[in-house]
């Protein structure tokens, strides 16, 4: 059993597109989590929700918008996709928010053209 | 305010060589500190971890002692294998507070 999976695991969209990625976790964790990694491996943190409570919300533009419908899902929306959103997208979830070991989906591999 | 930072790569080594991959912290208080890492095409994995001054965290080979006098939890391994190339992130995070994580380190393990 996956413990956090994203879909799509590849996404290819044009400039000025509105799209989501998905994230779930069967853990029972309570805070999940949403990072970008550029192509150079920086990691870097854009979001945190505990219990579907927004708790980290870094220097992000507002065209990226979380969602978090119950504490098991957390899903990211993207508007106007612009060519520098090009990276690749990783959800993680931690049993508490703060120094517990967090665990990583797969990512989601976004390209803009 | 909180950070890591740790030794830029990439690394290149050959098989069966010693690693040392280095990494300090900052932190206010007394952090947990993590070692991560992310083989080709895949999310990141905890490989080990330490909660406490002078705990040595250990996996597959790899160690890592908690230094609080160098603020320090360099990463080691004996014999690498070729396997054993990936990205390797430090990272901290104190209660309450969020995870901070090191730029990686890109390692290349030659036969």
């Known amino acids: 059993d996956t413990a956090v999976s994203q879909t799509p695991k590849y996404l290819v969209t044009q400039m000025g597109n509105d799209k989501s990625i998905k994230c779930e976790q069967n853990?029972?964790?309570?805070?999940m989590y949403w990072y970008k990694q550029d192509s150079k491996k920086f990691l870097k943190i854009m979001f945190s929700?505990?219990?579907?409570?927004?708790?980290i919300n870094e220097t992000v533009p507002n065209r990226f918008s979380p969602k978090s419908p119950d504490k098991a899902h957390l899903n990211l929306h993207i508007n106007s996709l612009e060519l520098g959103d090009s990276a690749v997208y990783f959800c993680?979830?931690?049993?508490?928010?703060?120094?517990?070991?967090?665990?990583f989906g797969p990512g989601t591999r976004l390209l803009v053209l | 305010g909180d950070s890591v930072t740790q030794m830029e790569g990439p690394v290149t080594l050959s098989e069966e060589a010693f690693l040392t991959i280095n990494c300090t912290y900052t932190?206010?208080?007394?952090?947990?500190l993590f070692w991560y890492v992310q083989y080709p095409g895949e999310g990141l994995q905890l490989l080990l971890k330490?909660?406490?001054?002078?705990d040595k965290g250990s996996n597959k080979g790899f160690e890592a002692t908690y230094r609080k006098e160098t603020t320090s939890f360099h990463l080691e391994k004996g014999s690498v294998q070729v396997s054993d190339s990936a990205v390797y992130f430090c990272?901290?995070?104190?209660?309450?507070?969020?995870?901070?994580f090191g730029t990686g380190t890109s390692l290349t393990v030659i036969p």
């Open positions: 993680a979830s931690s049993l508490t928010s703060g120094e517990e070991t967090q665990y």
């Open positions: 853990l029972g964790h309570d805070t």
């Open positions: 929700y505990n219990n579907k409570e927004l708790i």
């Open positions: 932190a206010t208080g007394y952090p947990s």
């Open positions: 330490a909660t406490k001054a002078d």
């Open positions: 990272a901290l995070s104190e209660r309450g507070n969020q995870f901070y």
